[in-house]
């Protein structure tokens, strides 16, 4: 590793790699925060414009959208509840109801530092033990794949809302509505109900931003401002404290930081799970050791540093599979892939080998683009709290607006906007009865893993399920998922009998 | 005996009634193949995902007996139900409308009329929303990356 570094610092410090490492990231960030914009879609638009670009420059540019991205998501989500990106679901739980506390600029600053300090610790461990992570995630069968996603799916169910059920029952109309199309295996229709758009299944974009973005827009919308009176999304707090973490809170929150960071990490070396997955296991682990479990979804800023941190750790994680064994981790690292395979860079072991000075100059380009990270996101800052002030009458039509041009545009097909509006009505009737939303996009996300998993696992022990207790990795996420829905039951009934407590004492203090 | 929470067992009674549909679907709307095993056929997950659907089902209406309310019933007053029907209805009036017409032109009538209807009195406001979003949006998306949006009949 040594012998490559010099001659990689080389080949990276040049002025158009900065460039590029500030212009992917600003592009990231921006595209991340606007609801109806996808990364993967802009990340495979510039992909043309890297094969003209020396290697390092054209994935540079590309990981700087990544991380912007994947930060970007957040904004969106703690500014005007509706996640940018999937994984930034997570983050809407705790970081809109602080921008409705006025800390808006708290919570963006929180997910600023938690996003950088995740991945620049992933980017570190990528560099310095990629290839022994891999040959674990090697391990990974479908048995495994299996339980995993079980375990994130009931964490998710269990963490997202007070209602465990309904969390639970959330994630099982998800996973159904991903059994909507072609089966896998056999490639039977569905429950298409004869519609020819149905048959590829239900498009995930417009699904994502009916649910979320649509849903928060009828919400919005059945409250009419009073003539005269500006109603903006949320206050925005005179208090310096409230737009800023201070060094308290900060350490306060480092070991929730770290083990995030962990989980992000091991997340992002799974093939095929993605930031979502680490986002919200991230949350539901650090609700579940918090010294303060029922500020969770009200506000809670350990909250935010949680899913933001997950959700962020998991980039340099994702880039171990497809350097080390070719295989992407999510959408976005499968675009790269092409970029890799175009320069002539074919991951594998060999590639740190034959390619070491370009590879360890994407890596420095790694940890630059942390630094520069935080800079753009910081700077960035005040411009987004200002969109809290914008009426709420004007911003909300111009959101609906992009999100029914992001829909459209995904396939150039109006069949996905009505799947968006579709979509947001269920995500409207789901909040008005206190049904948590996220679970069901990340059904509908790992639905299809599962499936699959599932399946190949059965096919292996011929129709037997007994490996998913016996084999030790499937066995270990069995008994995290038990432990974990019976220890939020617990925590649950212990917040609540302190809430009794309290009330009692109150009702006994107050004078006859 | 404690009054049961009658939300809670409508909303159980909902979600066994939806499992059950789900269960009654799958014969009609999934294509089983002959001789395909059981765990690897095309009906298995949905049919045990309305099985679990009907359990929690259960369960919500089991939390309805024996669990005391902690939240309120839904708020769903005749204006929450009208202002919310009546943005659906626009929605899908303009979702068919702007293939036909046009993406820009619709959308800047549409953004005014959601300006109007959420309370936005200023006809400033209004009618700069009205021009400079869809133009925004159409030239970030048709000139700045290229993907087309309906032109329709006017643009």
Request: hydrophobic fraction near 50%; aromatic fraction near 10%.
């Amino acid at each position: 590793m040594l012998e490559h570094l010099l001659p990689a610092a080389q080949l990276f410090f040049t002025f158009q790699n900065l460039l590029v490492v500030a212009a992917g990231l600003f592009i990231g960030i921006t595209i991340g925060a606007i609801p109806g914009l996808n990364v993967p879609m802009i990340v495979a638009l510039l992909l043309p414009i890297t094969f003209y670009m020396p290697p390092v420059a054209g994935i540079s540019l590309l990981l700087g959208v990544y991380k912007g991205g994947t930060y970007g998501g957040s904004i969106s989500a703690i500014l005007i509840n509706t996640p940018g990106a999937p994984a930034a679901a997570a983050t809407c739980l705790d970081g809109y109801p602080m921008a409705k506390q006025g800390k808006a600029g708290k919570a963006l600053r929180a997910s600023i530092y938690g996003s950088v300090i995740g991945e620049f610790i992933s980017d570190i461990v990528l560099i310095s033990i990629a290839a022994q992570i891999a040959m674990v995630a090697l391990k990974f069968g479908p048995t495994e794949k299996f339980s995993l996603v079980v375990f994130a799916l009931c964490t998710i169910g269990v963490v997202s809302s007070e209602h465990k059920l309904k969390g639970i029952t959330a994630a099982l109309f998800g996973i159904f509505f991903r059994t909507i199309g072609s089966d896998p295996i056999s490639g039977s229709s569905r429950f298409t109900v004869g519609i020819f758009d149905l048959i590829g299944g239900i498009p995930f974009l417009p699904h994502l931003i009916g649910l979320f973005a649509v849903s928060e827009f009828f919400v919005q919308i059945e409250k009419k401002i009073s003539a005269g009176k500006q109603d903006v999304i949320a206050p925005v707090s005179k208090n310096p404290d409230d737009n800023r973490v201070t060094w308290k809170e900060f350490k306060a929150n480092i070991v929730t930081i770290i083990r995030s960071t962990l989980i992000g990490i091991g997340v992002g070396a799974l093939p095929g799970s993605g930031s979502a997955i680490s986002a919200f296991v991230s949350y539901g682990a650090a609700k579940n050791t918090s010294k303060k479990p029922e500020e969770f979804g009200k506000g809670s800023l350990e909250g935010v540093f949680a899913a933001e941190t997950g959700n962020n750790a998991v980039t340099g994680g994702a880039l171990i599979p497809l350097l080390t064994l070719g295989i992407p981790g999510d959408a976005i690292t499968a675009i790269m892939l092409g970029v890799f395979l175009v320069h002539g860079l074919i991951p594998g072991p060999d590639l740190f080998v034959k390619s070491g000075d370009v590879i360890y100059a994407v890596f420095i380009g790694l940890i630059v683009a942390n630094i520069l990270h935080f800079f753009i996101a910081s700077l960035g800052l005040r411009l987004f709290t200002k969109l809290l002030s914008v009426s709420r009458a004007v911003l909300f039509p111009i959101v609906i607006i992009i999100c029914a041009a992001g829909s459209y545009t995904v396939n150039s097909n109006i069949f996905d906007v009505y799947v968006m509006i579709f979509f947001g009505v269920l995500g409207y009737i789901m909040k008005k009865f206190n049904f948590p939303v996220a679970p069901l996009m990340m059904g509908y996300i790992l639905g299809g893993l599962l499936e699959t998993s599932l399946i190949q696992a059965l096919i292996l022990s011929d129709g037997s399920v007994l490996p998913i207790f016996t084999r030790p990795i499937s066995l270990v996420f069995v008994v995290l998922t038990v432990f974990f829905i019976f220890w939020s039951l617990f925590m649950q009934k212990k917040a609540l009998d302190r809430r009794k407590r309290r009330e009692e004492q109150r009702r006994r203090n107050l004078p006859s | 005996m404690r009054q049961p929470y009658l939300w809670r067992l409508i909303e159980g009674a909902v979600l066994i009634g939806l499992g059950a549909l789900i269960l009654v679907l799958i014969p009609s709307q999934i294509q089983n193949i002959p001789g395909m095993e059981t765990e690897t056929s095309p009906s298995f997950l949905p049919a045990v995902l309305a099985v679990l659907i009907i359990l929690m089902g259960a369960g919500l209406i089991a939390q309805g007996f024996l669990k005391p309310r902690r939240d309120g019933p839904p708020d769903l007053t005749r204006v929450v139900v009208f202002r919310v029907g009546l943005s659906v209805v626009l929605l899908i009036l303009y979702t068919v409308v702007f293939p036909r017409l046009g993406f820009v032109v619709t959308s800047g009538v549409f953004v005014g009329i959601y300006a109007y209807l959420f309370g936005s009195r200023s006809i400033l406001k209004i009618a700069i929303s009205m021009v400079a979003v869809p133009i925004g949006i159409w030239l970030f998306f048709e000139i700045l990356f290229r993907i087309p949006l309906p032109h329709g009949i006017l643009y």
